[in-house]
């Protein structure tokens, strides 16, 4: 079966112009950084443009503690309830974005102990999108953002999150409504993970939030694209077409352990030992998680190098070049050779 | 002589609403812990995130999301009160005197919120375990998606009462133009006579328990 190559086949990372060769370990000093910003001067900085979200936790399972200092020690934000990471050991917590999702209340710990808040516009399966009720559409919805900044004593970097494909009217209710990040979610309602339609729907999601944010004065407000994006190339093309940060789950999952097989043993002993629990062995490192981090990191990097830029703030569309006048014309993108 | 704690005044016509919110936040408990505010004209989330045992009464009308997050802190308001009052508050106690409009108490996981007037749609909308207590009547949807608390009305309700209601219970003593589906009248037993007993007593409306039916949704088999 034939796959249509996505949007994001069709850009490719063009250099400004040839920079003096550097030795690979001076790619360290290539900024990745990013962060978030409050209105009453908080700075949030990640290490790294990427992110995890907590859905991972189920299929992390005993790896989970480990997986969470490898997040910390790179410096990669995760979106996760407090009751995900409250068995972690402290030293081991990553910067941890919480979540407020449809139809559920307000949890004052978690706005009070996280290091930013999400107000998600969807349930917790993230199939099911709309305005909270209690906002009317999207009338109140400034309102509600200054009045959950005061309760927090604005100190938390608050986002909204819309699903990726939303409208320009939901796209500015959000822009406007003063939030310190926007999080563009894929909904498994749309299509299925990881085809190359995800992949441009990811690329036009970006560019359009983008262009309205750039319209409303707010070019600076940090996206976060939570899509499933499967190659490191992928996720560098998305932070040019305008994302601040991508989730990276989708590499994270395929270097995880498969616990489905220890799940199914488990079960298998549970029910030949009955009351007996089966033991699962601790799994202290995950080295190829750690790797295929690390890669992604460097692959950034890399790519930045490449296209001579020494920090990730100077990474635009501008470092893109498109192979196809149909992509070009609809995304705007200079066709290969161009300059 | 008495030994009465001072009465400590904002204004809302010299203090902002933010700026009030952050005095009451940082409150000294040791100074006083009853406050009076003065002149609120309907703004948006007045006194919203505290977390100390203040008892505050509040002139005025008040306006929408106040009170949001509430944790310990008691409120009297003599005046109306706007949508969406007492937001996920935690525990405490919000007594309004005049009408509530929609949304009053919505998500509130702990303490008691009771208006002596009416309140307007999707009353106790998302109850997770407060207690909501209105003395007139309610719009539609009053206790939509409630899953835990107790819903006290004292008059008649609008459409759809109970809609989407997964658990708790919802007390009527007027009539009900019409109940959401999967939503039914049950027998009052001794701890709901009990129960609202107290939270009529609470809140200072006169009327008897036995006066009022329980509603409640019915559980599938299987259901705990």
Partial sequence: MSTSPSILDSLVIAPVALAPVVLSEDL???????????????????ASPFFVRGDVHNKADATWDVLCEILRKLGIPLFARLGEVDKVPAASVPTRIAVRTQGQPLVKSELQAADAFELSNCDAFGTNWGWPLEIEGNRDLKSFVQV?????????????????????????????????????????????????????????????????CIQLGRADLPLL?????????????????????????AMVDAALPSVVAIASESKLAESLLGSFSPVVKPVRELPQVERCLQQVVTSLRAALHYAGLMDIQQLDSNCLRSLSLSVAELTGIAPLGSR | MTDEPPLATLSLAQFSVTEIGQRLRTWDIGSSQQVTIVDAAKQTGLAVGLSAALNIAIQGDVGDFSFMLNENADFDVHGDVGRCIGHSMVSGYVLVHGSAGDLFGAYACGGVLAAIGGAGNRCGLGLAGADVIVRS?????????????????????????????????????????????????????????????????????????KEFRAYRAIKLRGEK
């Fill in chain 1, 28 to 46: 360290a000093l290539v900024n990745t950084s990013i962060s978030l910003h409050t209105p009453a001067g908080r700075k949030l900085q990640f």
């Fill in chain 1, 148 to 212: 959950l900044r005061q309760a927090s004593g604005g100190e938390v970097p608050l986002g909204l999150s819309l699903p990726l494909g939303a409208t320009i009217a939901d796209i500015r209710a959000c822009v406007e409504s003063t939030v310190d990040f926007l999080t563009l979610r894929f909904s498994p309602a749309c299509m299925s993970a990881g085809s190359s339609q995800t992949a441009s729907l990811a690329a036009l999601g970006v560019l359009n939030a983008r262009k309205q």
């Fill in chain 1, 225 to 249: 694209l939570d899509a499933p994006v499967t190659e490191a190339t992928q996720a560098i093309k998305l932070l040019a077409l305008g994302a601040t940060a991508v989730n990276v789950c």
């Fill in chain 2, 137 to 209: 009547d309610v719009g539609d949807e009053a206790g939509l998606g409630m899953t835990s608390g107790a819903l006290v009305l004292g008059k008649s309700t609008g459409d759809q009462l109970g809609l989407g209601m997964t658990g708790g219970t919802i007390y009527v003593r007027g009539a009900v133009k019409s109940l959401a589906d999967g939503i039914r009248e049950q027998r009052m037993k001794d701890s709901d006579t009990m129960r609202l007993s107290l939270l009529l007593a609470r809140a200072g409306v006169r009327a008897a328990s």
